[in-house]
């Protein structure tokens, strides 16, 4: 079988347009590269001081695996497993040796291998939101969370060149029952998507059901499909020091296929972990090399990335804060302790605003410069976060997706360009004292790639921006994203393909889906 069967001849295919309108002005797909230097808030001594606490906590206090196979294997490895508790207890000895095996780089391919990303290394790529009950727009309000806002804000990830993943259900569709969720909802992401997707790692069932769709959806027989990383998992630790079952299930599982593990654990200071930021770093740091300990005995080499999720909460109310001056720090540390360990990094795009205001950017942007000049590898929750969290915003999406172009316009090398074309000096000879650049050679032959070219952005003066109506940037977000809806197009898939993968999930629902108790 050729490595992807939806381009093979004969084929039929749907939907045969790719790529977006004109009508939205952004930027190329392409798979960043992070050009500066990471912020390294702590010396030498200090990273070594936060390694040897955390193999501390490993060692003496232990973390607890609430999963019986995967205490049998950490068991065989060698690790003293309490008899009476899930408590594992484990030598740093062993951590740094399985952590090891772990690449400091690799590419995930998805069913369209134009999509590829590079995890790792100084690439960076972003995440669409992931997981919010909620789902708000200016129109609707905020709502529970339901199954056409899913496709919508699948059909935005797909939309947008500057989001590489999709994530999580970007609203979880409670109209749809949870034992058939996973199947209805993977179906429209593999579909609507042709990105790396990511499949929660919540029961064994939705496991093997995901793994098997985006394997169908791919085209590729289960040797080439699993001869390199497709598709990726999450899992979260429950803070403080425990991994639970059906998280633990699901890493074990796509471990033994050499599929990607991203291991995130929630520490918010204060409440979850330490109120101190270093300390709340430490209890992160060995919640996540346990669990990546433990997928490398089962699998050595299994992609794995260390996710920091490390912030504070208020200790007037208890409530989660983020893009917290802590926060920032939080994940540079977190930055520096990847980098020792030569584990990739993820962070997140997180606010705590209920609404897509300025009190979301400022705080979104203080979440994206910690990313940033942490040196992160995948930004999470990258567009459409609001309330912790709690909310998916159609028009937060577009204003992150307006940030999130203009960081990828950052990074390019050709604004720090210093040929002897770009530093301009017979230019300026030209235009002398007493001219200007409007009209000049140099500027005629660049001016329509010079800058970054917004499309939410307003950049007129007062009376202009009065004439067009006075309109703030989330009503212009909100006229966009009809825009986006209206012309959307989705991607090729051969349509063979497309029939195989949805008898699989009539099959699959006809059966039951997975098991719930209600």
Request: net charge negative; glycine share 6%; proline share 6%.
């Amino acid at each position: 079988m050729s490595e992807i069967r939806n381009k093979r001849s004969g084929g039929r295919l749907r939907n045969t347009r790719r790529g977006s309108s004109k009508k939205i002005h952004q930027t190329e797909w392409r798979n960043p590269i992070n050009c500066d230097a990471p912020t390294e808030p702590l010396p030498e001594e200090g990273v070594i001081a936060i390694h040897n606490a955390a193999m501390k906590v490993l060692e003496e206090v232990g973390i607890e695996f609430i999963n019986e196979e995967a205490k049998s294997y950490l068991k065989q490895a060698g690790c003293h497993v309490n008899p009476t508790s899930d408590t594992v207890k484990m030598d740093r000895d062993w951590v740094l040796e399985m952590i090891a095996h772990a690449p400091s780089e690799f590419t995930i391919t998805p069913r369209n291998p134009d999509r590829s990303i590079n995890i790792g290394g100084k690439h960076i790529v972003f995440v669409n939101v992931s997981s919010p009950p909620n789902v708000m727009d200016l129109d609707r309000g905020r709502r529970v969370g339901d199954f056409e806002s899913f496709k919508d804000l699948l059909k935005f990830t797909q939309y947008f060149n500057c989001i590489h993943l999709a994530g999580g259900y970007p609203v979880e569709p409670v109209d749809i029952h949870a034992s058939i969720r996973h199947l209805k909802c993977l179906h429209e992401k593999l579909i609507l998507t042709d990105k790396v997707c990511h499949a929660y790692s919540l029961g064994p069932e939705r496991v093997e059901d995901a793994l098997e769709m985006a394997k169908i959806a791919s085209g590729l027989s289960e040797a080439e499909f699993f001869s390199r990383p497709r598709i990726y998992t999450n899992i979260n630790s429950s803070s403080p020091l425990k991994h639970d079952w059906p998280m633990l299930d699901g890493a074990m599982r796509f471990a033994r296929k050499g599929q990607p593990v991203f291991v995130t654990p929630f520490t918010l200071a204060g409440a979850m972990a330490p109120v101190t930021m270093t300390g709340a770093v430490v209890q992160s740091i060995a919640e996540g090399l346990a669990a990546i300990a433990l997928l490398q005995y089962i699998n050595p080499g299994t992609p794995c990335v260390f996710g920091t999720f490390t912030s504070n909460v208020d200790m007037k109310t208890g409530s989660p804060a983020f893009g917290t001056p802590e926060y920032v720090r939080a994940t540079q540390i977190s930055g520096q302790m990847a980098r020792f360990y030569g584990i990739p990094l993820r962070a997140s795009n997180a606010c705590a605003s209920n609404a897509p205001d300025g009190q979301a950017m400022w705080e979104s942007l203080n979440s994206l410069w910690s990313a940033i000049n942490s040196g992160v590898n995948v930004v999470y929750h990258a567009a459409g976060w609001l309330e912790g969290g709690l909310i998916a915003s159609y028009e937060k999406f577009i204003m992150d997706c307006e940030v999130l172009q203009q960081f990828q316009r950052y990074f390019e090398p050709s604004i720090s360009d210093y040929s002897e074309e770009s530093l301009a000096v017979e230019a300026i000879k030209e235009v002398g004292s007493t001219g200007h650049f409007f009209g000049a050679q140099h500027t005629q032959e660049r001016y329509t790639k010079a800058f970054y070219s917004p499309f939410l952005s307003d950049w007129n003066n007062y009376e202009a921006w009065e004439e067009a109506g006075s309109q703030w940037t989330q009503q212009r977000a909100n006229k966009i994203w009809k825009t986006i809806l209206e012309e959307f197009k989705t991607p090729i898939i051969d349509e063979s393909i497309q029939e195989e993968l949805s008898s699989f999930v009539a099959k699959r629902i006809s059966e039951g889906g997975a098991p719930t108790d209600f």
